[in-house]
T-cell receptor, first 114, second 112 residues
Framework: GAGVSQSPSNKVTEKGKDVELRCDPISGHTALYWYRQSLGQGLEFLIYFQGNSAPDKSGLPSDRFSAERTGGSVSTLTIQRTQQEDSAVYLC????????????FGSGTQLSVL | AQSVAQPEDQVNVAEGNPLTVKCTYSVSGNPYLFWYVQYPNRGLQFLLKYITGDNLVKGSYGFEAEFNKSQTSFHLKKPSALVSDSALYFCAVRDSSYKLIFGSGTRLLVRP
């Protein structure tokens, strides 16, 4: 596709369940980012992948959060044992490379933990 | 650590009037600064960036931003606001590991 694609667009889950959020970046983009946007809050950095380098995981809020990027393309963000405070919009973005700061964002996944 | 602050949660302006959305930054070394916009029900979009050079940077949709090193500010401006400019605006800074750190966002409301 032409843009960054995220799925699902909405996810409702019960507290304690695991969830997986998917991101398909723009083809050829080597940098991929995950951010979280909570109601009334700004964009919170979660994790950053650049090419084959080790990801920057410095923004992951707890060990319940993990992410992987297979083949330098698709990325999956996994949240284990979800909590109500995990409810937010999870945004994925990609860019051409490490030195290109023009990020292209997906529409996000709205996660609601009941 | 690099950071940006947006001191206003919301800015209200009448259509046709100039608008300013404020951003201040804290960086070690040369700042790389950005503005992004999030229109209702749409994804975040890049507006403009400052890397080096002229302190006044022009971007999309008639927006511009003024870099002020002495005041560590990077305010977003537009000479004449449109109702369609109503959106959520984010200032961002690139940190030493090349990821972008975003501010808390400012909601701009342009009334007819």
């Amino acid at each position: 596709g032409a843009g960054v694609s995220q799925s699902p667009s909405n996810k409702v889950t019960e507290k304690g369940k695991d969830v997986e959020l998917r991101c398909d970046p723009i083809s050829g983009h080597t940098a991929l980012y995950w951010y979280r946007q909570s109601l009334g809050q700004g964009l919170e950095f979660l994790i950053y992948f650049q090419g084959n380098s080790a990801p920057d995981k410095s923004g992951l809020p707890s060990d319940r959060f993990s992410a992987e990027r297979t083949g330098g393309s698709v990325s999956t963000l996994t949240i284990q044992r979800t909590q109500q405070e995990d409810s937010a919009v999870y945004l994925c973005a990609s860019s051409l490379g490490q030195y290109n700061e023009k990020l292209f964002f997906g529409s996000g996944t709205q996660l609601s933990v009941l | 650590a690099q950071s940006v602050a947006q001191p206003e949660d919301q800015v209200n302006v009448a259509e046709g009037n100039p608008l300013t959305v404020k951003c201040t930054y804290s960086v070690s070394g040369n700042p790389y600064l950005f503005w992004y916009v999030q229109y209702p029900n749409r994804g975040l979009q890049f507006l403009l960036k400052y890397i080096t050079g002229d302190n006044l940077v022009k971007g999309s949709y008639g927006f511009e931003a003024e870099f002020n090193k002495s005041q560590t500010s990077f305010h977003l401006k537009k000479p004449s606001a449109l109702v369609s400019d109503s959106a959520l605006y984010f200032c961002a800074v690139r940190d030493s590991s090349y990821k972008l750190i975003f501010g808390s966002g400012t909601r701009l409301l342009v009334r007819p």
